[in-house]
């Protein structure tokens, strides 16, 4: 399943940064997830304690914060956030495929000691 | 008892989570910003293979759809059609050129080298990856597997990637262009049920068109599907069994490695030093 591998490279990512802080303990990370990620938030969160499970990171808390759609239109030098999964521009109805925020799969922060 | 603290808290608590700040003074919880891409390590080994096969004038196709599709069955006939009329054409124009358009494939599949089998049959060179249970290609998978085709040699790559609309799409493997395939029996809306892939795509095949009627597949309406989620995606429609459509695909093909080849031109010197910092 695609969740178990980013979850995975998270956790990575998480724990290289929590050892350089001489942490042995990783308490909660805060994620962004764009809503045209791909990926599934549920899915992240089942995949999480999967992957946590011995590490140092095994009981921590998973906070995702889900980035909306924001497109940019080119002719009206515009940027909007599309209320369906057509990207019209509301100034000129023109669809755009400029996706500015809403592709996000980040590790914002971690709390540790 | 608790080997980071000494304390005794024991039974079905999740180990940790019962420390809270003032638990020890050793372990003061803080925070700490971090913001990274999940995926930047794989974007950036994308960008290289995306550098080194420009360098080597390659155009490369990353093939996506849902198991089924017809991705195998559209490679088998672009290397048997185009190959054979290219060369036709180069001996028009050289008679002593006796090289055929030279296409290598590199293979997705979770378990079998069925795939790879079936392409090698018409004389393609083609290298299988076993993702052994993981559901998309990635960059490095690529380029490990690129390596044992001799490149050089090589006009055309195509990467079939993993049955799978849903996380090939995260993926860039540093491709020239991304064609995702839908089959006329997989129905309109496909499109709006993965968004995420179809707007990624700079291609979009329509296949199995021979058996649309079949199917009672609404063409209307899956086309204003496509163009609505993926405005600047060029469009075919073809039928990988009978032949028809492929022309146009073919001649599309033609003039973006005609782009390509250009590329080759001015970059020999470019080309052989990324041969050596990746070896
Ligand atoms: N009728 C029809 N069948 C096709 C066409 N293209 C592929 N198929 C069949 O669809 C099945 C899956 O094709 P395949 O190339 O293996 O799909 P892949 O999983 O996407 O690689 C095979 O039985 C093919 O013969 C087509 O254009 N028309
Ligand atoms: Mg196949
Ligand atoms: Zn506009
Ligand atoms: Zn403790
Ligand atoms: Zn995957």
Same mark, same amino acid.
């Given at each position: 399943?695609?969740?178990?591998?980013?979850?995975?490279?998270?956790?990575?990512?998480?724990?290289?940064?929590?050892?350089?802080?001489?942490?042995?303990?990783?308490?909660?990370?805060?994620?962004?997830?764009?809503?045209?990620?791909?990926?599934?938030?549920?899915?992240?969160?089942?995949?999480?304690?999967?992957?946590?499970?011995?590490?140092?990171?095994?009981?921590?808390?998973?906070?995702?914060?889900?980035?909306?759609?924001?497109?940019?239109?080119?002719?009206?030098?515009?940027?909007?956030?599309?209320?369906?999964?057509?990207?019209?521009?509301?100034?000129?109805?023109?669809?755009?495929?400029?996706?500015?925020?809403?592709?996000?799969?980040?590790?914002?922060?971690?709390?540790?000691? | 008892?608790?080997?980071?603290?000494?304390?005794?808290?024991?039974?079905?608590?999740?180990?940790?989570?019962?420390?809270?700040?003032?638990?020890?003074?050793?372990?003061?919880?803080?925070?700490?910003?971090?913001?990274?891409?999940?995926?930047?390590?794989?974007?950036?080994?994308?960008?290289?293979?995306?550098?080194?096969?420009?360098?080597?004038?390659?155009?490369?196709?990353?093939?996506?759809?849902?198991?089924?599709?017809?991705?195998?069955?559209?490679?088998?006939?672009?290397?048997?059609?185009?190959?054979? +009329? !290219?060369?036709?054409? %180069? /001996?028009?124009?050289?008679?002593?050129?006796?090289?055929? #358009?030279?296409?290598?494939?590199? &293979? @997705?599949?979770?378990?079998?080298?069925?795939?790879?089998?079936?392409?090698?049959?018409?004389?393609?060179?083609?290298?299988?990856?076993?993702?052994?249970?993981?559901?998309?290609?990635?960059? +490095? !998978?690529?380029?490990? %597997? /690129?390596?044992?085709?001799?490149?050089?040699?090589?006009? #055309?790559?195509?990467?079939?990637? &993993? @049955?799978?609309?849903?996380?090939?799409?995260?993926?860039?493997?540093?491709?020239?262009?991304?064609?995702?395939?839908?089959?006329?029996?997989?129905?309109?809306?496909?499109?709006?049920?993965?968004?995420?892939?179809?707007?990624?795509?700079?291609?979009?095949?329509?296949?199995?068109?021979?058996?649309?009627?079949?199917?009672?597949?609404?063409?209307?309406?899956?086309?204003?599907?496509?163009?609505?989620?993926?405005?600047?995606?060029?469009?075919?429609?073809?039928?990988?069994?009978?032949?028809?459509?492929?022309?146009?695909?073919?001649?599309?093909?033609?003039?973006?490695?005609?782009?390509?080849?250009?590329?080759?031109?001015?970059?020999?010197?470019?080309?052989?030093?990324?041969?050596?910092?990746?070896?």
């Amino acid at each position: 399943m695609h969740e178990v591998s980013i979850m995975s490279q998270t956790l990575e990512i998480a724990t290289e940064n929590a050892q350089q802080q001489g942490a042995n303990q990783i308490h909660r990370l805060k994620m962004r997830i764009g809503e045209m990620s791909g990926v599934v938030p549920e899915a992240l969160n089942f995949a999480f304690d999967v992957v946590t499970e011995g590490t140092i990171a095994q009981g921590a808390k998973l906070e995702m914060e889900i980035v909306p759609v924001v497109c940019y239109c080119p002719h009206c030098q515009i940027e909007f956030q599309p209320p369906d999964l057509f990207y019209e521009c509301p100034q000129c109805d023109r669809l755009s495929n400029k996706i500015i925020a809403g592709r996000e799969i980040e590790l914002t922060s971690l709390e540790i000691s | 008892m608790c080997g980071n603290c000494g304390c005794s808290e024991l039974g079905d608590l999740p180990i940790h989570t019962h420390h809270q700040p003032e638990h020890s003074k050793n372990e003061k919880i803080r925070s700490l910003t971090i913001t990274q891409s999940i995926l930047s390590k794989n974007d950036r080994l994308a960008e290289r293979n995306r550098n080194y096969f420009l360098a080597k004038g390659l155009l490369v196709l990353n093939i996506l759809s849902s198991p089924g599709s017809g991705k195998t069955a559209l490679i088998e006939r672009t290397i048997t059609e185009r190959t054979t +009329e !290219m060369a036709e054409d %180069a /001996s028009a124009i050289a008679s002593s050129l006796q090289d055929r #358009l030279k296409v290598g494939v590199v &293979v @997705g599949d979770l378990e079998t080298d069925n795939d790879a089998k079936r392409l090698r049959s018409t004389g393609a060179s083609a290298i299988q990856i076993t993702t052994g249970g993981v559901c998309h290609l990635e960059a +490095e !998978m690529v380029l490990q %597997a /690129s390596q044992n085709l001799n490149l050089d040699l090589i006009d #055309l790559l195509i990467i079939e990637n &993993v @049955g799978n609309l849903v996380c090939p799409a995260a993926y860039d493997l540093g491709e020239s262009l991304r064609v995702v395939l839908l089959s006329v029996t997989e129905g309109e809306d496909k499109p709006l049920k993965y968004p995420t892939m179809f707007k990624s795509a700079d291609v979009i095949i329509v296949n199995k068109i021979d058996i649309a009627e079949a199917v009672e597949f609404d063409r209307e309406q899956a086309l204003t599907n496509i163009q609505k989620i993926a405005p600047e995606a060029t469009i075919f429609e073809v039928s990988a069994r009978t032949g028809v459509g492929m022309e146009a695909w073919y001649d599309y093909l033609e003039e973006k490695m005609h782009k390509g080849f250009s590329h080759k031109g001015f970059s020999t010197e470019d080309a052989s030093r990324s041969q050596t910092d990746i070896a």
